[in-house]
């Protein structure tokens, strides 16, 4: 069965909320004017309940099937979209881009906020399935975990929620395909901040410094072949140092140096191997070196884990609204995604709904594409019907 006929009708709206949401983009937990919207879109739906203030400034609807189900039937599900926004400067010239300076929907969260609108408008009218469809509107996707907010603020429990899903745009994934995988799809984070206090002085007289830059360029070097001689060939890491702050003066050793960078890894043992390799260079350059090193490694987000029958489940829904053939097997990806934290509370499955051959997630000149809405709230849909059938 491809995509929901009723979808195409909703189109238009939904395309109009998503521009709208475009044009007003928000960062984080600041997505007042945002979940405003939502919560007013699902109150005019008729959701049975509308939950707001979950980690802040989430929403979240509930939506009763009119069939009976079954003993032993699943009975509640959860569908997340994300609704904030970057500190990027939009370039996109288009009509409905931001209003606001500095603040752009660079990761489509505009797009997956109103597919999931427009799934919540249908589910609301149609009620063709028994239980609970809970739709789940997160802020502070973007570094501020708000998945684990609304999380900690009892989503889980107070909703009832068995089985949760997550969908995201994916650019170079053609519109109408979908593309997910069993097991880790996104990468766990965490933050390297290093400050080096090392002794400065004459640049012609190294002899009677500690060189912070020295250091930091030993440490930059050393960090990488964590990569290549620590971690086994056959699994995945990243460290990436993007900062590297130090000097003022050609001619004077600065005292200080600081290095920022991120490091990404695919599950937990490798994680955890990287930490603890990450503090031992540290320490042997300290020493090798005599500066001091101040070392804050901080635990983001954790590795975003695909369960198996779930992925299966949401693999045969997207092959229903797209065609077998435009369904297809994704490597994992070195992003990390907050959706993470609800799949390590419940089972469930994210997934990539094509956005086209567009500039890439993050980038100034991205946009979501609204022909991939029919694709993405019809795969909501479906989910709902098959999932909580009677
Ligand atoms: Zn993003
Ligand atoms: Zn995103």
Same mark, same amino acid.
Request: charged share 20%.
């Given at each position: 069965m491809p995509i929901v006929n009723r979808v195409a009708d909703l189109q238009p709206d939904i395309q109009a909320w =998503? =521009?709208?949401? @475009?044009?007003?983009?928000?960062? +984080?937990?600041?997505? @007042?004017?945002?979940?405003a919207f939502v919560a007013a879109r699902l109150r005019e739906?008729?959701?049975?309940?509308?939950?707001? $203030?979950? $980690?802040?400034?989430g929403v979240v609807g509930v939506i009763k099937g009119r069939k009976?189900?079954?003993?032993?039937? !699943?009975? /509640? &599900?959860?569908?997340?979209?994300? %609704?904030?926004?970057?500190? !990027?400067?939009?370039e996109t010239g288009l009509a409905h881009a931001s209003k606001s300076p500095g603040k752009m929907h660079a990761c489509g969260h505009d797009g997956h906020t109103a597919m999931l609108l427009g799934a919540a408008r249908y589910l609301a009218e149609t009620r063709n399935f028994a239980g609970d469809a809970v739709v789940i509107f997160q802020p502070a996707e973007e570094g501020g975990a708000g998945a684990a907010a609304m999380i900690k603020d009892g989503l889980m429990d107070r909703f009832g929620i068995e089985q949760v899903y997550g969908m995201h745009n994916g650019p170079g994934i053609p519109v109408g395909a979908f593309a997910i995988r069993q097991g880790p799809v996104m990468a766990a984070t965490d933050s390297i901040d290093i400050k080096i206090q090392g002794h400065g002085g004459h640049a012609a007289r190294p002899h009677k410094c500690i060189d912070?830059?020295?250091? $930091?360029?030993?440490? /930059?070097?050393?960090?990488?072949?964590?990569?290549?001689?620590?971690?086994?060939? +056959?699994?995945?890491?990243?460290?990436? !140092?993007?900062?590297? @702050? #130090?000097?003022?003066?050609r001619n004077v050793i600065p005292d200080t140096a600081e290095l920022r960078g991120t490091v990404r890894t695919l599950t937990q043992e490798t994680r955890e191997l990287v930490r603890k390799r990450v503090r031992e260079v540290v320490d042997g350059i300290a020493q090798v070196t005599g500066a001091k090193i101040d070392l804050v490694l901080e635990a983001g987000y954790p590795v975003t884990v695909n369960h198996g029958a779930q992925t299966d489940f949401a693999t045969r &829904?997207?092959?229903? /609204?797209?065609?077998?053939?435009? /369904?297809?097997? %994704?490597?994992? %990806? %070195?992003?990390?995604?907050?959706? #993470?934290?609800?799949?390590?509370?419940?089972?469930? #499955?994210? !997934?990539?709904?094509?956005n086209g051959d567009s500039a890439g997630l993050h980038h100034p000149a991205y946009d979501f594409n609204d022909e991939a809405i029919v694709y993405g709230?019809?795969?909501?849909?479906?989910l709902v019907e098959n999932t909580l059938a009677a």
């Open positions: =998503r =521009r709208d949401i @475009h044009a007003h983009p928000e960062l +984080l937990y600041d997505v @007042h004017r945002t979940s739906f008729g959701c049975d309940e509308v939950a707001t $203030g979950l $980690g802040k400034t009976q189900a079954g003993n032993g039937d !699943i009975k /509640v &599900i959860g569908l997340r979209a994300d %609704m904030d926004a970057l500190p !990027i400067e939009e912070s830059v020295v250091v $930091g360029s030993q440490l /930059v070097t050393a960090l990488q072949q964590i990569v290549s001689r620590s971690v086994d060939p +056959l699994e995945s890491a990243v460290i990436s !140092i993007c900062e590297f @702050h #130090a000097g003022n003066a &829904i997207a092959k229903e /609204v797209a065609g077998d053939a435009n /369904v297809h097997e %994704m490597p994992p %990806m %070195m992003g990390a995604e907050d959706f #993470a934290y609800m799949l390590e509370a419940r089972p469930g #499955a994210f !997934i990539f709904c094509g709230t019809s795969y909501w849909i479906r």
